[in-house]
């Protein structure tokens, strides 16, 4: 059994945590994961409190363990989501896309255990200032928005910056990646991509599909000249919006051919105008299977790998 202090910090048996992907991880595939034995994530993503505080509900009716809810700080409910986190008596709540400087007083007043998402070494130090729980570094191999730093330059350099527990995140989702985050000091993994493959994961069916089927290159950044660039599929919508952003088209224009995308990647299966946010480590991901099952695998596979590292030394 592999120990590590974030789960007697939030009372879980695994330090594996789900992403908290926008549209993706409902208070189903939350629950399913809790109930495994890692932490679910709610994803507030772009959706107003009240789709939250319901999924809260929902949640709390199928389990009992510690739940988490994911504020992305770029949605225009982010400030009333704040609210519902607090009102709703959430444990953990994590936060992305962005600096939670605001919201840190109020949460830790409700005894919330804070864990932001940190793209850089300036904000692991200001967030462990401002009494966060704990990390999570996030390098580019991750889907959706990302930051400039892979995980394996990230991580490392986060540990040092800060006292805190660190999550490692992006480009993980078996046990030899969570072995290897613990080389580099992290206390444990996120895992998104890999929890698409989750039974319990509600996207369309073709949405699936695509991820199980990924090869190695399957996915590209776009978005970054507005400033959020979004790891995804690359396909035809990813495509088509690269050539638009690197063609010349309008700022508004461009920002019009994105909205709604990720919507109709998950609930339509649009190959067409859907955004289907990947990782780059999709290609690994082989097979669906029950969320417990994800966990219980991964967590074996690590003391498999760590054990073998063990050997190696003579
Ligand atoms: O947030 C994510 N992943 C996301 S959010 C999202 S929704 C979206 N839609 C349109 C445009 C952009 C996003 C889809 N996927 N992951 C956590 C994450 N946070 N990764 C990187 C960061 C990050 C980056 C810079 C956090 C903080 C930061 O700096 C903030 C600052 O002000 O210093």
Known sequence: MIKSEICELLGIKYPIFQGGMAWIADSRLAAAVSEGGGLGIIAAGNAPGSYVREQIYIAKAQTQKPIGVNIMLL????????????????????????????????????????????ASVALAKLMTRLGASALIAE???????????????????????????VLAAGGIADGRGF??????????????????????CTIHP????????????CTMVTGKRLGHPVRSLRTQFARDYSKAEYGGMPDEELEALGTGAL??????????????????IAAMVKKEQPAAEILSEVMEEAEQALGEAAGWIG
């Open 75 to 118: 949605s225009p409910y982010a400030d009333e989501v704040a609210n519902v986190v607090i009102e709703e008596g959430v444990q953990v709540v994590t936060t992305g896309a962005g600096n939670p400087s605001k919201y840190m007083e109020a949460w830790k007043q409700a005894g919330i255990h804070v864990i932001p998402v940190v």
């Open 206 to 217: 073709t949405y699936k599909e695509k991820i199980l089927k990924a090869t190695d290159l």
């Open 139 to 165: 390098g580019g191999e991750s889907g959706g928005h990302v930051g400039e730093l892979t995980t394996m330059v990230l991580v490392p350099q986060i540990c040092d910056a800060t006292e805190l527990p």
């Open 263 to 280: 919507r109709l990647a998950v609930q339509e299966g649009d190959t067409k105008k859907g955004c289907f946010l990947s990782g780059q």
């Open 179 to 200: 072995a290897a985050a613990r080389m580099l000091g992290a206390c444990g993994v996120q895992m998104g991509t890999r929890f698409l493959s989750a039974r319990e």
